[in-house]
T-cell receptor, first 113, second 109 residues
């Protein structure tokens, strides 16, 4: 298995632009997680899905952030409009069951200027 | 916001045993404690998971006291390649999937 796939690996955009991050989880994994990592706040859970249904989105910072999982093999995290404080590394992870180990993707490094 | 705390950094020499402790006072009653390792420019990678007492696998041991308010990751005989950041992950009941602040381990030759 190729593991969790994220794209793009790097994204540089200007403030106010829309940003879409993509994730392909490991096949057969029922849980998908989106995290954000910054120096100041560390690793933070943004949202997670079970069988394509959002379970907990309390970590989504504000309405500018939205996440979807239209099918078991694809998820997106969208920021509209983007702001410089959104600059971070965004990780997607998946796991077979809720308490199982999570398999992380390589991350997307987002820079908003 | 409930959180977990870990030492910011640790240094060790090759061949030594390293113990990293995570404090999680608000851990949920029925949830596991998980530890991850992260190298620069990579996503975290699973090391070990436990619920209580002691768990051991091929790379580490995890010690959890009876009150479960802390946990200690033990890395036996570390090598240079173990230089990384180590995170604990817990569920506090109110907040799920809370990563610790991370401990930056540097292994010296």
């Amino acid at each position: 298995d190729a593991g969790v796939i994220q794209s793009p690996r790097h994204e540089v955009t200007e403030m106010g632009q829309e940003v879409t991050l993509r994730c392909k989880p490991i096949s057969g994994h029922d849980y998908l997680f989106w995290y954000r990592q910054t120096m100041m706040r560390g690793l933070e859970l943004l949202i997670y899905f079970n069988n394509n249904v959002p379970i907990d989105d309390s970590g989504m910072p504000e309405d500018r952030f939205s996440a979807k999982m239209p099918n078991a093999s694809f998820s997106t995290l969208k920021i509209q409009p983007s702001e410089p404080r959104d600059s971070a590394v965004y990780f997607c992870a998946s796991s077979p069951l809720e308490e199982d180990e999570q398999y992380f993707g390589p991350g997307t490094r987002l820079t908003v200027t | 916001l409930a959180k977990t705390t870990q030492p910011i950094s640790m240094d060790s020499y090759e061949g030594q045993e390293v113990n990293i402790t995570c404090s999680h006072n608000n851990i949920a009653t029925n949830d596991y404690i998980t530890w991850y390792q992260q190298f620069p420019s990579q996503g975290p990678r699973f090391i070990i998971q436990g619920y209580k007492t002691k768990v051991t696998n091929e790379v580490a041991s995890l010690f959890i006291p009876a009150d479960r308010k802390s946990s200690t990751l033990s890395l036996p005989r570390v090598s240079l390649s173990d230089t990384a950041v180590y995170y604990c992950l817990v569920d506090t009941g109110t907040y799920k999937y809370i990563f610790g602040t991370g401990t930056r381990l540097k292994v010296l030759a």
